[in-house]
T-cell receptor
Framework: AQSVTQLGSHVSVSEGALVLLRCNYS??????LFWYVQYPNQGLQLLLK??????LVKGINGFEAEFKKSETSFHLTKPSAHMSDAAEYFC?????????????FGTGTKLQVIP | DAGVTQSPTHLIKTRGQQVTLRCSPK?????VSWYQQALGQGPQFIFQ???????QRGNFPDRFSGHQFPNYSSELNVNALLLGDSALYLC????????????FGDGTRLSIL
């Protein structure tokens, strides 16, 4: 069984401030982890992925995430928020189950950027 | 290189009707997954198709069915529509040998009256 918990359904930051979106996962096998972003009326766009290589993963738009096995966390960060970062962010875990990759999404965190 | 395309973009139906949603995967992808995203929620996995067969299924009733064609495109069918079926339906494609990263379409917004 696997699951994802995103702490905070809404996060507000000032433009230029640090963005920190939290994600904790549960998986009985080594997982792959992903962050996706969703803008209004659009599908999900992959920001970055962890696939058991480097624990610090860099993605698009200046985002990065660090895989911490001991804390079962995969928090998303960006040093300086931009107005265009306002969107909903989803963390997802993928692991082999029954011979296939099974993907489970978190409930999402809506990021508001205040000018 | 076209990404994942879904049609139609919006659809309005009434309770009890049937609906078919369509999806064309990203070029080079052979696996298609369907998700339901209710307002304010994360995507919920409906099922996945590979080699024209359903190989994984989430916790959805049999009213939800699908199909994959030889060109890897896919359809999602929902029968006997309920008000609770109102949602954004997302199609995602990937490669069978990939690590789970999926490419998503912009979805079909289904409204049930």
């Amino acid at each position: 069984a696997q699951s994802v918990t995103q702490l905070g359904s809404h996060v507000s930051v000032s433009e230029g401030a640090l963005v920190l979106l939290r994600c904790n996962y549960s998986s009985s096998v080594p997982p792959y982890l992903f962050w996706y972003v969703q803008y209004p009326n659009q599908g999900l766009q992959l920001l970055l992925k962890y696939t058991s290589a480097a624990t610090l993963v860099k993605g698009i738009n200046g985002f990065e995430a660090e895989f911490k096995k001991s804390e079962t966390s995969f928090h998303l960060t960006k040093p300086s928020a931009h107005m265009s970062d306002a969107a909903e962010y989803f963390c997802a875990v993928s692991a082999y189950s029954g011979g296939y990759q099974k993907v489970t999404f978190g409930t999402g965190t809506k990021l508001q950027v205040i000018p | 290189d076209a990404g994942v395309t879904q049609s139609p973009t919006h659809l309005i139906k009434t309770r009890g009707q049937q609906v078919t949603l369509r999806c064309s995967p990203k070029s080079g992808h052979d696996t298609v997954s369907w998700y339901q995203q209710a307002l304010g929620q994360g995507p919920q996995f409906i099922f996945q198709y590979y080699e024209e067969e359903e190989r994984q299924r989430g916790n959805f009733p049999d009213r939800f069915s699908g199909h994959q064609f030889p060109n890897y495109s896919s359809e999602l069918n929902v029968n006997a529509l309920l008000l609770g079926d109102s949602a954004l339906y997302l199609c995602a494609s990937s490669t069978n040998t990939g690590v789970g990263a999926q490419h998503f379409g912009d979805g079909t917004r289904l409204s049930i009256l």
